[in-house]
């Protein structure tokens, strides 16, 4: 590990003005590249003290043995410099994009004499017209079907067409009016080009032209009494309607832009990127790439940018760039892309209207595009084992942890605190051992005391049920903390009494859910809330048929967040006596592995399987959390009087509410109004009754500033 001050420059040596610069390891290697306004300024942010840099950038730095710069005369210069050597040198510090699929286009070779439409992939040539990505080639296959009967060009290999033409005969295409037959000599090479430029301009997107052209003709045909001929173009004018229909209108000015969108964790981000042409989408791309330097939501928009738009030129660059975040210096990517195109870019973030909306689907898109790359990447048995040994390695453990549990806590500003447990065995979740808690020891907003309180409860019941099944045989409890399941004594006493849970005894005890309060959901509409699109499992059941409880202990404890809430599981471990379970917690903000009693994190390497996986379960508790939390608070809030009537149900709900128009004047209404709902018998009207004269206020509120008293809206929510 080499120390940056000793290659670093003099400061007088480094010139103030806009270049590029590449950092160098021991065996004169690019590891990476980087531009600049101000070359002095960024490299000194390279050379300060190695607490202060990002992990990322700090690992660069240690690696590198020197540094070079080449300066330029402006920074669009600087830009396309450095776009050349991270082509040139691949450079293991700078991020890449990465290509999850070889995408198919639409390619029309206008560089030969008889231009032909075909599917092409990989690398584009000179002289050839593309349109797309698309994402399946049979999508391209498809519109190509439907657009030659209006567009008859060639389509077969040069081998096919030089037979065709050494014996006279065309294809079947050419016998059923879907080829022009150029080979045969129906139609001269340039009758033949200008059918390729027009199927070249439908697709650019100027489809009015032709399909007003052919309904003109297909009147003016049935005007002269040939029919055939009009029917014919009328089934080519639905042709070309069909396969502008497969590209769905998303702007309605026929806007011809690239929507650029970036999904991101602390290790990897996903870009996804719509071609809309002529208001339709007519490409979609996406990549994923490894963050391997120190890079935020506007760099990677900016490394996408070069990546698409490298080596492109004329319209393959749009009128409009939309991106989520502006690079660095906007201008100067404005510029580069405008000289790319030979006409002005705009390069802005939507702020509303349709662009907004469908950049919104652009970002969701890139989001799943992720998901699924993560979820690829855990399906790998081989990836799983070394994650969960690297686990072990990097914790200190004895075996590969096969059973990790993960706490998180959520709530929304001290209110409906709740907390989430999920379970991943062998490296995967097992949603059917899933648990929601609600915090109940006290009010307000203290995530440590919480996670405190939900490991207790948690490790209680995992006590309990040792004890229930026989496993332990009851002693007299002793003064001090309770040993747990690994007390050297061999034998253990009664577990203190679980939350909610009734006394400890050895008789079966009640049926409340694992791991819950009386009174808190119960686990079957916790596991149907795990990830969404899962199909909800039963729980493993007894011999009695009743679920199992929290019966087996995790080898790892994950809580979400740092020292104090790692101090607070721990603490909450050694009061039940429990000290066979390693407990470790994973900051969010730098993804570091915090372990009790240690002053100092454990920063696992960023391509590490291990970290990949501690953070995607504890991405998973607090998705749990979080829907558990929300769910909670929508159903606060839409609480009513009629939830306390027994045996309404929501459709004669609604239909209450819609036959008396609002909560107010169903409250003012008699017996025998009520009665009048179709569906609603006496005693229900009664009992509606009782449970509006139970809610209402004993006096009318008043406004103690103005004298005023406060009437109820519709809603039923005082104003």
């Not at 698309?134 to 077969?156: K, N, Q, S």
Request: net charge negative; glycine share 8%; hydrophobic share 35%.
């Amino acid at each position: 590990m080499a120390d940056p001050s000793s290659y670093r420059p003099k400061p007088g040596q480094i010139p103030d003005s806009p270049g590029v610069y590449k950092f160098r390891d021991e065996h004169r290697r690019v590891i990476y590249v980087g531009k600049a306004k101000n070359l002095r300024q960024r490299l000194a942010n390279y050379f300060q003290d190695l607490a202060g840099l990002h992990p990322r950038t700090r690992t660069m730095v240690t690696t590198a043995a020197s540094v070079e710069w080449t300066v330029v005369s402006t920074e669009v210069e600087a830009l396309q410099l450095e776009y050349s050597w991270i082509k040139e040198f691949d450079p293991r510090f700078n991020v890449k994009y990465r290509d999850d699929k070889s995408y198919p286009y639409l390619a029309v070779t206008l560089n030969e004499e008889f231009p032909r439409v075909q599917v092409m992939r990989g690398a584009k040539k000179k002289g050839v017209r593309y349109f797309g990505p698309y994402g399946h080639a049979w999508a391209i296959r498809e519109t190509v079907d439907l657009m030659l009967r209006v567009f008859p060009v060639r389509t077969c290999s040069a081998g096919v067409f030089k037979n065709a033409e050494r014996t006279g005969r065309p294809c079947l295409l050419g016998y059923i009016g879907k080829c022009s037959a150029p080979c045969v000599g129906r139609v001269s090479p340039e009758e033949h080009r200008d059918l390729a430029e027009e199927f070249c301009d439908f697709m650019a997107g100027r489809t009015g032209t032709y399909i007003r052209r052919l309904e003109k003709d297909m009147m003016q045909a049935a005007e002269e009494m040939e029919y055939e001929r009009a029917a014919r173009l009328r089934d080519d004018a639905g042709a070309l309607k069909r396969a502008m229909e497969k590209s769905a209108v998303v702007l309605a000015d026929a806007t011809d832009a690239d929507l650029i969108a970036v999904a991101e964790d602390e290790l990897e981000a996903a870009v996804q990127i719509f071609h809309v042409r002529g208001g339709r989408v007519r490409g979609q791309r996406g990549w994923v790439t490894d963050k391997v330097e120190a890079v935020d939501t506007a760099g990677l928009v900016e490394h996408a940018l070069q990546q698409l738009y490298g080596e492109e030129t004329g319209d393959s660059v749009p009128k409009e760039v939309l991106v989520p975040a502006l690079p660095e210096d906007p201008d100067a990517v404005s510029q580069w892309l405008a000289g790319r195109r030979g006409s002005q870019v705009s390069l802005r973030i939507p702020q509303r209207g349709d662009k907004k909306d469908l950049m919104v689907t652009v970002q969701r898109n890139a989001q799943q595009a992720l998901g699924l790359h993560k979820t690829k990447r855990a399906s790998d048995l081989t990836t799983r084992s070394r994650a969960l040994e690297e686990i072990a390695e990097a914790l200190g453990l004895d075996t590969a942890p096969l059973r990790v549990e993960c706490f998180d806590i959520s709530h929304l500003q001290g209110d409906d605190v709740v907390a989430s447990m999920v379970v991943f065995e062998d490296g995967l979740a097992r949603k059917s051992e899933y648990r929601r808690f609600q915090i109940k020891g006290f009010e307000g907003q203290d995530d440590v005391r919480s996670m405190h309180e939900v490991i207790g409860r948690r490790f209680k019941r995992y006590l309990h049920e040792k004890e229930r099944t026989g496993e332990w045989e009851e002693t007299p409890a002793p003064t001090g903390p309770v040993p747990g399941p690994s007390a050297p004594t061999g034998s253990a006493p009664a577990p203190t009494e679980p939350t909610g849970s009734g006394p400890a005894s050895t008789a079966p005890p009640a049926p409340v859910p694992a791991g819950l309060a009386p009174g808190e959901p119960a686990p079957g509409a916790e596991a149907s809330a795990a990830p969404e699109g899962a199909a909800v499992q039963e729980e493993p059941r007894e011999d009695d048929g009743r679920p199992k409880r929290f019966a087996y202990p995790p080898q790892l404890v994950v809580v979400d967040g740092g020292q104090p809430q790692v101090a607070a599981a721990k603490r909450a471990l050694d009061e039940l006596g429990i000290d066979d379970i390693a407990v470790c917690g994973l900051a969010k903000r730098l993804e570091e592995v915090w372990l009790p009693d240690d002053d100092d994190p454990v920063v696992l390497p960023r391509s590490s399987e291990g970290l990949y996986l501690l953070q995607r379960i504890r991405d998973e508790a607090h998705r749990f959390a979080i829907t558990y939390q929300r769910a909670k608070r929508a159903k606060r809030i839409r609480s009513s009087p009629l939830d306390d009537v027994p045996g309404l149900g929501d459709t004669r709900k609604q239909a209450l509410i819609k036959h008396f128009g609002s909560v107010k004047k169903l409250r003012q209404a008699t017996i025998d109004e009520i009665c009048e709902v179709p569906g609603i018998g006496r005693r229900t009207a009664e009992s509606v009754a009782v449970a509006f004269a139970a809610a209402a206020p004993a006096a009318p509120a008043v406004n103690t500033a103005t004298g005023e008293i406060i009437e109820e809206d519709d809603g039923g929510s005082r104003t």
